[in-house]
């Protein structure tokens, strides 16, 4: 799988990186009678360096394998499930998400036919979306085409996709492992962020997690890394967070924040700190756009912006779609 660019697709492919709390996604939003089918022990990540560059760009995916429950006998021992769950980051519904979607399940479908394999196995797309409203459309692909006759429904696709909403607005609760729970809950809060409310809420998420897990850079890192990148809170801040979450373990917490200041891995996490803020933006656009994008103008450009303006970047670089627009909001600044 290609580097995924932003920080809510980085961050989201942590989290489904940890088995147990992708197990606990799948068990919570699925539907249950799909969920009392599966066997979610054997639900394990599966090989999706095939997925093609468009899709790539508009999705952090994530294909896991997973059995059938042992208790469905009547099943072939060797068939098996693959759950796709794709993520959508953008600000509002996508209208072609339905197309996009069924183009994922034919690519998992002609990589499983290269081994010569049949019956197909099934897809199932689980969308988490937390963009900026809530999303309206439709599940069901076949709605695309409109008011049809019904002679020519039997030459439509009937197929649909499972929505995990997390955007400000929507009813979903949160459910999950802790660490799912801390993660969608500040996927949530990206867009409409309040800052004291989110430094109260935050130490009791943080709370829930497991002591051996709340030590472990592989849990907590990204957690502080995506605050870090989206300006949520500064480390001073994250610092006092994890002290409220376990004050029995201050002093452990304490070298915990110091090692990740002191490591530089949370770009932009100090006051006056310009030269990593542009050192990130060059970054993040060399993954968008491509190492030819950084030509030494553009890269010069980005050098010589002042901290505020590095920082007004961060905020807005998602918002570029080409170069160009880059190049023109950057012509405005320097």
């Known amino acids: ?53 468009e899709l790539q760009e508009h999705f952090a995916d994530l294909l896991f394998h997973c059995g059938w429950a042992k208790k469905l006998r009547r099943i072939q021992p060797n068939y098996q499930i693959f759950v796709a769950l ?40 689980l969308v988490l979306y937390h963009g900026k409203t809530r999303w309206r459309g439709s599940f069901q ?15 439509v696709p009937q197929c649909e996709f499972k929505l995990l909403d997390v955007s400000p607005s929507s009813e979903t609760k949160i459910k999950g492992d802790p660490l799912a729970r801390v993660s969608l809950n500040l996927l949530r809060w990206a867009h409409e962020l309040d800052v004291d409310a989110l430094k109260v809420e935050l130490p009791k998420l943080l709370a829930q997690l497991p002591l051996e897990q ?11 890394q995506y605050l870090a990148s989206t300006r949520m809170l500064k480390v001073q ?3 006092e967070a994890l002290r409220q979450a376990f004050p029995d373990e201050g002093e452990l917490m304490k070298t915990w924040v110091d090692e990740l200041r002191d490591e530089g ?70």
């Open 141 to 155: 692909f076949a709605e695309q085409f409109g008011e049809i006759p019904e002679a020519f429904r039997r030459f």
């Open 237 to 239: 801040e994250m610092g």
């Open 1 to 53: 799988m290609a580097d995924v660019h932003h920080p809510n697709d980085r961050f989201v492919k942590e989290l489904l990186s940890h088995p147990d709390s992708a197990r606990s996604l799948a068990r919570e939003y699925l539907p249950a009678d799909i969920v009392e089918q599966l066997d979610l022990s054997t639900l394990t990540p599966a090989n999706s360096t095939w997925v093609d560059a």
């Open 214 to 224: 709340a030590t472990q850079l592989k849990f907590m890192e990204p957690i502080f």
């Open 265 to 334: 891995r949370m770009a932009g996490r100090e006051e006056g700190g310009r030269e990593a803020l542009a050192a990130q933006a060059l970054r993040l656009i060399r993954r968008r756009f491509g190492e030819k994008a950084v030509t030494k103008t553009l890269a010069g450009r980005i050098d010589k912006l002042p901290l505020s303006d590095l920082e007004q970047l961060g905020e807005e670089f998602l918002d570029f779609q080409t170069v160009a627009e880059l190049q023109r909001w950057l012509a405005g600044r320097t």
């Open 86 to 125: 794709l993520v959508e980051h953008k600000s509002k519904p996508d209208r072609l998400i339905r197309l996009q979607l069924l183009r994922y399940q034919l690519l998992c479908w002609n990589e499983h036919l290269k081994h010569g394999r049949l019956p197909l196995p099934i897809v199932i797309p």
